[in-house]
C-alpha cells in the first residue's frame, strides 16, 4: 500500500516554512536588538549632562558723565609796539620828520658833524634829506665803525622796485647785490625791500644792508654799513631795528647821549 505524498509548497515541506520562518524571525530580532542597543550606545557617549544654572547677577546700569562745556579757543596774543623793542635797546627820533622814531641797540650814539661831513651817501639822489645818522663806537678788528643812516625823499614812480633800480643803479655796478627780499613789517603795513651788498671800499670789504620802505607819498632809505665779515652777525639786530620804525604819536626822548670819544676807525656810510 503506497504512502500518501506530504504537501510541499516550492519544494519545502510546512515544518521546513515553519522552521524557516522561525529562523528568519529569530536573525530579525537579532538584528532589531543588536541595532537598539548600538543606537543607545551611541546616544549615551554623545549626551549633554544637566549642569546646574549659575545665577546671573545683571550688570549696573551706566550712569552718563557730566556734559563738558567746551573752551572757547584761545585767542593769539596781539603784537603791540613795546614788544618789539629789545630790552636794554635807546629810542631815537628825529626832528627832520615828526613823529618819525626807532629803536637802536644802546651803544649807538649820534654821528658827529665831522663824521657827516666826510661820508658820502650810498645812492643815487643827492636831494635825498638826511634825517638821522649814528654810528656804534663799539672797535672792531676790521679798523671800521658801524653806522646807520636815515634818509626821505619823495616817491617819484608807481612801483617800489622801480625807484630802487633807479636809486641805487651805481651801488649795484660797482657792488654785489646779494639778496634783495620783500620785508615785512610786523606791526605797520608799510611796502618794503631788504638788500644785501658787499662791496670794496678804500680796500677794505663792506657790507650794506639797506632798507628801502614807502610810507605815503614818501620814501625811506634806512641804511646800515659794517664790516662785511661782521654783516651776517650784526643782521638779526638790523631786522630788529627796523621792525621798530615807525612814524607813528611822539614819545619823550632819551636822556642825553654819553660824550664818546672821537672814533679812530672809519666810519661806513
Known sequence: MSRQRTKRILGMTIPQWTV?????????????????????????????????????????????????????????????????????????????????????????????????????????????????????????????????????????ASNLDEMIDTDFATLMRKGRL???????????????RRLIFDITLNGVNAGFAVYVVQFGRDLYYLIFATPFNELYTRLPDFDKTIQTFRIGPVVPTPGPSPTLPAPTNTPLQ
Open 178 to 192: 646779494l639778496e634783495r627780499d620783500e620785508f615785512e613789517f610786523q606791526l605797520e603795513n608799510y611796502p618794503a
Open 20 to 156: 524557516l520562518g522561525a529562523l528568519v524571525l529569530l536573525i530579525c530580532c537579532i538584528f532589531a536588538g543588536g541595532f537598539y542597543w548600538l543606537n543607545s550606545m551611541v546616544a549615551a557617549a554623545y549626551a549633554v549632562p544637566d549642569l546646574p544654572m549659575a545665577d546671573v547677577t545683571p550688570l549696573p546700569s551706566a550712569t552718563s558723565l557730566p556734559t563738558e562745556t567746551p573752551l572757547p579757543p584761545a585767542s593769539p596774543t596781539p603784537i603791540t609796539y613795546s614788544s618789539l623793542i629789545p630790552d636794554g635797546w635807546r629810542h631815537y627820533k628825529s626832528d627832520a620828520v615828526p613823529g618819525l622814531e626807532i629803536w637802536l641797540p644802546s651803544a649807538y650814539a649820534y654821528q658827529t658833524e665831522k663824521m657827516k661831513q666826510g661820508a658820502a651817501p650810498i645812492y643815487d639822489d643827492v636831494t635825498a634829506k638826511a634825517v638821522m645818522d649814528l654810528w656804534d663806537p663799539t672797535p672792531s678788528p676790521y679798523m671800521l665803525f658801524t653806522t646807520f643812516n636815515a634818509s626821505v625823499r619823495p616817491t617819484f
